[in-house]
């Protein structure tokens, strides 16, 4: 009986493993007089920090096809998305100087730079690199950037998560020189490659990536770090998350740990799914980085890399299951998980508006929707930002919520700061407790994954939302509602209560039933709903909530109670619905 047949890999993988590192082409083809990378080396340099795109807006159809206009999304690795007021001004520069002079924050604590030019990537590299922070590996089949809870009121419990995040950061980032060698003008150092050296030659002491391998991990991997019972990091949607526990004196004795969640799907494959992240149970505090190692070591080993759309941890879960994981990590790591400690319940406090710190100095958290920093003819934010953060040295860390938190404001600097964003007619404050954890990816015009509008049509969106709300006086009991351009889920839309996902130009599909401390999953509600025909569905659908709902039940509560099969039949008449 001949064996089984072993699945070809998938041809990102027999790139990486060809590289030499992560190096590829790169060198090459960045010092070529060309306004765009190969596709080849377009997919290493995600390792790097950067997505090639062409902007969708200005396309223009000639005799030979659709003449593209390329440039760089470039995205930094910010862990905790804490950073100085020195470094804030540093992003804010590149952004005027060398980007489309917007900053956009992340789902991730990051910011990331639009419109970078070719011929502008190695400053920008070079001027991230002098503030002391870096691009590498906050994209490509790695750990990325590790995202921590927020800290407005500057408590020491929650401080001691810097360390903890800039920790799991510094161990995982990828150990080879082909960062520094080609954006830092550091000599090439040799190294040990696949193609030169067995690999059972191999040893940590030789190999340029000991942990990663010339392979690296099969898909991205995303960690983050909270205390028990603090969510404002949705940590069910991480492949690995950390709660962290507190001894009496409020130090650290030990973390939850959490593994296998994931928002990324594909319209029509039930293969295909979100995922909520399973505890695991709680290891002591001195074991945090052997069993970071050993979980992200299982993915790396077991993980799929024949089908990309298969490759991430949650599916490894999902096929081997929990019980089998648990036992692989606990053999790799040598620790045992203790499955007796209960778990706090999750609340995601708010960090919006003034609020008083520790020290008695004051943060403010800046609402921004989509994350989008940029000045507007009405509303100079950008600049307005900038000038306040250099004018009192304010620190500032970005949220998982795309928003912005400054930190350290003196008393007697709070009316000066009020009357400055006034004066640009600028108010930070949400306009509604619907706004205040609202999301939305980036999508048109530069994402090559998007399908349809996402980020340009929130602004549009919400207020139909809203009115919709007040007409059945719910506006107190808002949604945590989130949109995306595609599937893949970027802006976490389906632990939402209420989500838009897109599915074909300007037709939605509708998830609704998540909850808003992020852990239960939201179901497909909808196949498809036009953009025109969004009010009318959105009013039936809290007609139907307000009707059926009990009193102060919130709209994913609700949906998860009432069953998603009764609201479809309740909601989906044909007539407004597409079969997209």
Known sequence: MNPPETPALDKAETLKAASDYLRGSIARELAAPTDHFSADASALLKFHGMYQQDDRDQRQSSAQGKTKVYSLMVRGRIPGGRLSASQYAVWDDIASQYANGSLRITTRQSFQLHGVLKSNVKPVIQAIHRALLSTVAACGDVARNVTQAPNPLGLFELSLLDGVAATLSDHFK????????????????????????????????????????????????????????????????????????????????????????????????????????????????????????????????????????????????????????????????????????????????????????????????????????????????????????????????????????????????????????????????????????????????????????????????????????????????APVVRMTGCPNGCARPYSAELALVGRSPGVYAVFSGGNVEGTRLAELLSEGVRDADFPAYVDRLFALWRAQGEPAERLGDFIARYSIPAAREALAPPSLETSS
């Open 174 to 477: 990828p150990k080879t020189p082909a960062y520094a060698e080609i954006w830092l003008d550091d000599e090439k150092v040799a190294a040990v490659t696949a193609a030169s050296e067995d690999a059972s030659a191999q040893t940590p002491e030789t190999q340029a990536e000991p942990l990663y391998g010339a392979t690296y991990l099969p898909r991205k991997f995303k960690m983050a770090v909270t205390l028990a019972g603090n969510n404002t990091v949705d940590l069910y949607s991480n492949d690995l998350g950390f709660a962290a526990t507190l001894r009496s004196d409020g130090r650290i004795d030990g973390y939850f740990v959490f593994v296998g969640g994931g928002q990324g799907m594909t319209h029509n494959k039930p293969e295909t799914f979100p995922r909520l992240a399973d505890c695991l149970g709680w290891i002591p505090e001195w074991d945090l980085i052997p069993v970071a190692e050993a979980v992200l070591t299982t993915q790396r080993d077991y993980g799929d890399r024949s089908n990309r759309r298969h490759a991430r941890l949650k599916y490894l879960l999902h096929d081997r299951g929990v019980e089998w994981f648990r036992g692989e990590v606990e053999a790799r790591s040598g620790v045992r998980f203790n499955g007796e400690i209960p778990l706090a319940p999750w609340q995601t406090p708010s960090y919006l508006g003034w609020r008083k710190r520790a020290d008695g100095r004051w943060s403010l958290g800046c609402h921004t929707l989509s994350g989008r920093i940029v000045d507007r003819q009405s509303a100079p934010l950008k600049s307005t930002l900038r000038a306040i953060i250099d004018a009192y040295a304010l620190d500032v860390q970005l949220t998982c919520d795309q928003d912005l938190i400054l930190l350290g404001v003196e008393e007697a600097d709070k009316p000066a700061i009020e009357a400055r964003l006034a004066e640009a007619g600028l108010d930070l404050s949400s306009p509604a407790p619907l706004y205040d954890r609202a999301l939305a990816c980036v999508a048109l015009p530069t994402c090559g994954l998007a399908i349809t509008e996402s980020e340009r049509y929130l602004p549009t969106l919400l207020p139909v939302i809203q009115s919709a709300l007040e007409r059945h006086g719910l506006s107190q009991r």
